[in-house]
Nanobody
Framework: QVQLVESGGGLAQAGGSLRLACESS????????MDWYRQAPGKERELVAS???????DYGDSVMGRFTISRDKNKNTMYLQMNKLKPEDTAVYYC????????WGRGTQVTVSS
């Protein structure tokens, strides 16, 4: 059973930075895609960023130019570097990965104060 565990969430001020990590219990090279999603209170889950098997990346419009997704294959870990944070970035951030099925982490809370 694949497990994904997020870490790195917390409280930040607007304009600040946080880095999230998602550690996988299996090699991340087995996944076709790894993603970061987020869900704010009362809102639908939103795709934030994706990194694909070959290493190419994609971002949601709301985070383009501020967030960077990356991975370390040796550590089986994916990252989300979040810069220039805004209060509207406040949400629970979820790690997800897909091969023959989709796996989810339990989420980590990010709160950005104004």
């Amino acid at each position: 059973q694949v497990q994904l565990v997020e870490s790195g969430g917390g409280l930040a001020q607007a304009g600040g930075s946080l880095r999230l990590a998602c550690e996988s219990s299996t090699t991340i090279l087995s996944f076709n895609t790894m993603d970061w999603y987020r869900q704010a209170p009362g809102k639908e889950r939103e795709l934030v960023a994706s990194i694909f098997k070959r290493g190419d990346t994609d971002y949601g419009d709301s985070v383009m130019g501020r967030f960077t997704i990356s991975r370390d294959k040796n550590k089986n870990t994916m990252y989300l570097q979040m810069n220039k944070l805004k209060p509207e970035d406040t949400a629970v951030y979820y790690c997800s990965a897909e091969n023959q099925r989709r796996y989810w982490g339990r989420g980590t809370q990010v709160t950005v104060s104004s």
